[in-house]
């Protein structure tokens, strides 16, 4: 299995190197150590001292980098070895660096040529930045399965109807229209459910909460697995900006071959200063998250072993339809950068 | 490592579908949903939904049949689709289905060609059925050990003497004379012990219990791993009708190449209504199994590693006669369904 | 992966075998049964019964040897067969024996040539019998590491500053010039450091604890794995023998290619009679070992994976010189064995 490399993956979020200031984590099969200079700033090197190989995330910060805690060379966040208490510091004794940025209350790492790692390929995620902390949440939860299957669990919310029949689902999405739309690299999937009851943490926001609304769904991913989810729903003929609206982020970022990182986060418009109302919110999503996706993605990984999900020939459904597309624009990406790297 | 197909196996007890409506368990390397049907009857399928591979044993039951937890695929037991919520449903929706039937308190399953599903070669284990409640058990224990480890064990019971030395053996066995008979495709071996002491539970039933009595046990193998112990025994000279008998089922079912279903049942022909008596039976035969034999084999199987037995060459002994004809009849059979399978 | 053959491994501490009359120990990959005879000699088998191939370790000691738990075969410290409850006993019923014997409270173990098996081999760790019970103790830690990244660690002192810096480190070693020796087959490491204050544990035996000491360090390997520290002081100028000098045992024997059986040992010439010293001062190395070392050599070894040492580059630095020695030598003594065992 072949991952894409000249593309911005999430690797943390911010707040994680709080407790954990040298944070050891495998992005696509690649160990690192995440953590911030003194000036604040997120860094990424590979997890494995040039030296003897222990792992970097069990050193310490040292003035202008890390120290690795087996024999303290250190190294600063370009990969440099900045002290060698034992003789010289060489070029030798430099350890891999990786463009890694803050963005978004996230930490983004760049695998491949860092000339090309351009900020401003990463998706506009700024709807996090407007929100205040009392209507935002976010989580982790580190799943044993492809990042494809978590991405296709997303871009198909037909699931919720089965698979949370009696927490976000209810029967309305199987029942809405999906239309599939590709642009700029994107795909997009927006179910739109007219004439229809809103959903009651939408509707009593409503001076009639019991009239029929328009609800919506929109999923819209963004390579390798960013997908932003907007949910909503306003009274039925009126335009959205009289309803109310949440975005939510679900981020599939690989691990190894059959683990993803699984990062997702909540914005909402409405009871934007309700701090409890939000705390509620999180604990909900989490269980929903913990309790019944990552265990299907799991026993779904499982069901497959180690094959390929074509190699199995899944019968497809309409639903897939954007699922699929983004899995044909993944082996798009991933057959153009080997054929670049041919090349070059 | 093959397995037998044209075979039954027994996948469980007909009553582990009480507490688990939808029981997922791998019989030859094969994942399987069991389930009752409406009507009660027992089905299994293919644990895997053809549509993303989601595993149907984390499903419902629905009208019918079972429907998938992930996006409400359902099926019958014939493995059809009956229920699509997002298109029309088609002949490529649907799931291998296997034969499987209940009797004698068990589910029975058959991998190979379902034509050739006689029930009719399912063998009699009518004393279970014959047995009332109140004296007869059954259990089930996973066991990580080739199945044929497990046969092997049962086929040599002299090791009652040495892995049961203060329970079930103390001797006899060992002393005992073993006659090995073969008979359409079954393998049995007889101990006959003459002019002994009964085991103080059989000899309580006796005038005089302390007098010299015959004792026996009869293992008899029908292939893949069915085996009927029958122990008794009876005042010395005496018709074995005049004593008291005990029949015990074993069962070996290959989850994989190197574990086991091991399912076990007690019987018994005399105390028919104590329930008392017949649950300490039980407590005191599931101790031994699960911490004697169990971790027996399981530490064999791992001294063996990924070696097949044969290559590890044994030094057999007289009292393997039986487990060694068993063990040269499942090779014959799996050998016959190889090249059967190359003629069809 | 080679392991050396011709050479005495510690399989164990001799009063191991007070806990455990039978312990399964796997040394190079080869699973063994190590029990007193009724001598009280060591003995170690093949932990493999010939017949149906469980452990011989779970079975029972049996006069004149040990008997397999399975079937009740015996067999002697030579591996003979002395015992078959079943049949006549024969030479086909044998289990691998190999030359065992206990010094200096150790187990030692012979994989290779029995006839090449020379006691005179073993290095000579006599100051373990000289020391009495109040000022000696030892241990043992399965290690999930390669045995050689094991040796690595005592080769290198430099690390105590770095691995332990509030306890056994403080800089002087890394300040220390290290000087390394090779003699008849051994590696030495001798690091002095002159004109400094002696660690506490050592200066209050002195005259005066503040004034300037001598201080010294030297580790000495013998193949394959068997490493003596010693570590002492002396007012400065003075002979050491007017000093006090600790010795300590390092052992790293393979348990398999990427896990290693760390057995370790203190004694000390002064406070030769504090046995609640001595218990503080075990507890003190066994949390040490156990809480950096043990942790670093795994998280060292995870990171290298599969790879062989050489393989991933290292940048070695001056600190390495004693462990790449010691890598070196057993490199060649591998590739000798080879070309020997090819003429043979």
């Known amino acids: 299995m072949s991952f894409l490399k000249n593309v911005w993956y999430q690797a943390g979020w911010g707040d994680e190197l709080e407790a954990t200031p040298l944070l050891a984590r495998t992005i696509a099969g690649i160990p690192l150590v995440l953590f911030r200079t003194e000036g604040g700033e997120v860094a990424a090197l590979l997890d494995r001292c040039p030296h003897r190989f222990a792992p970097l995330s069990r050193g310490r910060k040292h003035a202008g980098g890390i120290a690795c805690g087996y024999h303290g060379l250190a190294f600063n966040a370009a990969g440099a070895c900045i002290h060698n208490p034992h003789g010289p510091v060489s070029r030798a004794l430099s350890v891999s660096a990786y463009p890694c940025l803050e963005r978004h209350d996230m930490i983004w790492l760049w695998l491949g040529d860092s000339e090309r790692a351009d900020p401003a390929l990463i998706p506009d995620l700024s709807f996090i ?7 935002k949440s976010h989580g982790y939860l580190a799943t044993a399965a492809d990042y494809r299957l978590g991405i296709d669990n997303i871009m198909d919310l037909s699931h919720v109807d089965y698979l949370h029949p009696n927490t976000l689902g209810g029967g309305a999405l199987t029942k809405a229209k999906a239309t599939v739309t590709q642009d700029g690299g994107t795909v997009q999937v927006a179910w739109r459910i007219d004439n229809h009851l809103a959903p009651p943490a939408f509707a009593e926001h409503f001076a009639d909460p019991g009239a029929p609304a328009d609800v919506w769904s929109i999923v ?104 699929v597309a983004v899995r044909r624009k993944l082996e798009d990406l991933i057959a153009k950068e080997k054929s670049h790297a041919r090349v070059a």
Chains 1, 2, 3 share one sequence.
């Open 129 to 135: 930045d407007r929100t205040p902390v009392t209507a």
């Open 220 to 323: 819209k991913w963004h390579a390798p697995g960013v997908m932003v989810l907007e949910a909503g729903a306003a009274p039925m003929g009126r335009p959205r900006s009289e309803g109310v609206n949440s975005f939510n982020l679900h981020v599939m970022t690989p691990e190894t071959a059959r683990t993803t990182h699984y990062f997702f986060a909540n914005t909402r418009t409405f009871k934007l200063d309700d701090g409890a109302y939000n705390q509620g919110l999180q604990a909900f999503l989490c269980t929903i998250f913990s309790g019944d996706d990552k265990p299907m993605l799991e026993a779904q990984q499982q069901r497959m072993g180690e094959h390929e999900f074509w190699d199995l020939k899944p019968a497809l459904l309409s639903i897939d339809a954007g699922a």
